[in-house]
């Protein structure tokens, strides 16, 4: 099934609002601001064709965008989105856009305006237009980002909040529920943004606001029933992260065994990470799970290799390969079974990458590299079932915590499909991986005794291809570095490094220096992303 197909399946169960993307950076932070009211939103590039929507959206989002309205090539909206009679919010570009299609006139601010304004409103409280901003103080700081502004706004619009650079900060139709604003309320400096969105998707659309994790589960385990119908049989890896067991969990609830998970041990997991898998997933959550202990296969083949993207390869190819090879056996046995043979493969794709693989691409769209060690398993002839691909990270984890995935396991920093594998760098052996394994081990105990478990996003110890003097007792140690990596960030395309309290690194390099065979020496990372990446390699 297309994914357009699939997202109009769940748009056509709540009332959703339609955000046409014409590349604005911000554009993703509608659709959060959104979900965050409760209410249903799709994410479609501007280019897209109202006659070939396959849902009834309440309302509509027309966002900003890195071009200006009068480029050469700039995007235009479908003019049939002013037939549908449904409301209309034009954000920056999109109040352009409003514009050019209903005789406005636009033009090009001389220069950029960028930061916050004051916006003074005049919205009449028996007048549609006050809906917009009901609740809203006068003036309200707002947050700017653009080069057109509007000249003069088309026939039978009213004016209902300026600023001392734009005369039509927002504007309204004055009978039809079409309204135009030129700052961005998706962005929280806008302060009273999130209040100006909500009045437009309730009070305006009147959308209900049913958009929540536990209505989510039922309808979306009715849709994967219906999608595989009464025999179908899912095959999906699971890794232990929350994406991948939230996943697992809701295809066991919708179809019982006839959901296989397999775990494949590549020997670069954490340290007791395979057998904590199992318990969780198989003996507490009730999932028919297949560890394949693969470990020796991946370790051999990754003897001798140095080079970081050989590695990554190595690792994902083998993944396929032991992963296909298991498809294969568990189909056997379910088709002897009478389970029903195998036709589907479970991903754990998130909204982030679907809205960055669909979103209208600018001109300065920065270009976002992905990994996913799986690949889409082409070759496998397998139809794709994502039961997450209409969800945010806090989504998901809100749905585990729904689901009674324990509260750890929700909670979990994201692990890279190569594992310990670009944690330790250089040649990756057996031994090397057992002396990462056990400082990523302490550091993390440390880190959660010390309540830092939350605020940080990622953390990690990676194992530094050098040796150090040292002296222990009263002997000199020849041995190697173990470099601590602690992130903040909220998205993993920037970070900063986290600022861990000193007496916590005391504990912990103590710990390692200690406890781990090999170690003489810690170093913590102060660097941040970009230049540096998350991960070492
Ligand atoms: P970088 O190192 O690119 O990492 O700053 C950003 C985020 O992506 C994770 N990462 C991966 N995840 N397969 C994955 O599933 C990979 O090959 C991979 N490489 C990096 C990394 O842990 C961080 O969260």
């Known amino acids: 099934m297309a994914p357009a197909e699939v997202a109009a399946q769940v748009a056509n169960m709540y009332d959703t609002v339609l955000i046409l993307d014409f590349g604005s950076q911000y554009s993703h932070l ?26 009834k959206p309440k309302g509509i ?3 900003g965008s890195p071009f200006s309205i009068t480029d050469e090539g700039a995007p ?5 989105v002013f037939n549908l009679g449904i409301p209309i919010l034009g954000i920056c570009y999109g109040l352009q856009e409003i514009a050019r299609n209903l005789g406005g006139e636009t033009g090009l601010t001389v220069r950029r305006e960028y930061g916050f304004a004051e916006l003074n409103l005049d919205p009449q409280a028996d007048h549609h237009s006050y809906k917009l901003f009901q609740d809203v103080p006068s003036p309200t700081h707002v947050w700017m980002s653009h080069g057109d502004h509007l000249e003069k706004p088309p026939k039978d619009f009213v004016i209902i909040g300026s600023t001392d650079t734009s005369a039509y900060a927002a504007v309204s139709h004055s009978t039809l529920p079409i309204y135009g604003i030129q700052f961005h309320p998706e962005v929280t400096h806008s302060v009273d943004g999130a209040v100006i969105l909500r009045n437009f998707v309730i009070g305006i659309c009147e959308c209900e606001a049913s958009w929540t994790m536990s209505s989510f589960i ?13 025999t179908g049989a899912v095959i999906g890896a699971v890794s232990g992260g929350v994406d991948s067991t939230v996943a697992a ?20 997991m954490r340290l007791n990470e395979c057998e904590q898998v199992k318990q969780t997933l198989a003996d507490n959550l009730g999932i028919n799970l297949t560890v394949a202990d693969a470990s020796e296969l991946f370790l051999g083949r990754l003897k001798g290799v140095t080079d970081p993207e050989k590695k990554r390869k190595i690792i994902g190819n083998t993944f396929i390969e032991v992963f296909e090879a298991e498809s294969h056996k568990i189909d056997e046995v379910s088709r002897q079974d009478g389970l029903g043979a195998i036709e589907w493969l479970l991903q754990g794709t998130l909204y982030p990458d679907v809205i960055e693989s669909i979103s209208f691409k600018g001109p300065s769209a920065t270009i976002k590299s992905h990994h996913n060690v799986g690949g889409l398993l082409e070759d496998m002839r397998l139809k794709l079932i994502e039961p997450l691909r209409e969800l945010f990270k806090d989504e998901v984890r809100a749905l585990g915590a729904l689901l009674d995935i324990p509260e750890d396991l929700v909670w979990r920093h994201p692990f890279p499909g190569p594992g310990i ?30 309540g830092l478990y939350r605020q940080i996003s990622q953390a990690y110890a990676a194992l530094l291809p050098v040796r150090s003097v040292g002296v222990m007792g009263d002997q000199r140690t020849y041995e190697q570095v173990i470099a601590l990596r602690a992130v903040e960030t909220r998205d993993f395309m920037t970070a900063d490094w986290f600022p861990m309290p000193v007496e916590v690194l005391k504990r912990i390099s103590n710990r ?9 020496r810690v170093l913590y990372d102060v660097s941040s992303k970009p230049p540096s990446t998350i991960e070492f390699e």
Do not use: W
């Open 30 to 55: 509608i659709t959060r601001r959104i979900r965050e009211v409760g209410v249903y939103c799709e994410l479609l590039p501007c280019t897209q064709r109202i006659a070939d929507l396959k849902f």
């Open 249 to 268: 969990v809701l295809m066991k609830r919708a179809i019982g065994d006839r959901f296989h998970a397999v775990l494949v041990d590549n020997g670069v």
């Open 218 to 230: 039922d309808k979306e385990i009715e849709r994967i029933r219906t999608l595989v119908g009464p």
């Open 512 to 520: 390692i220096i200690n406890e781990v065979h090999g170690v003489n």
């Open 421 to 450: 594998a670009i944690r330790v760098l250089g040649e990756v052996t057996p031994s090397q991986v057992e002396i990462a394994r056990r400082a990523d081990h302490i550091y993390i105990d440390e880190i959660k005794k010390a």
């Open 76 to 80: 235009h909206v479908d003019p049939e």
């Open 61 to 63: 989002i027309l966002s």
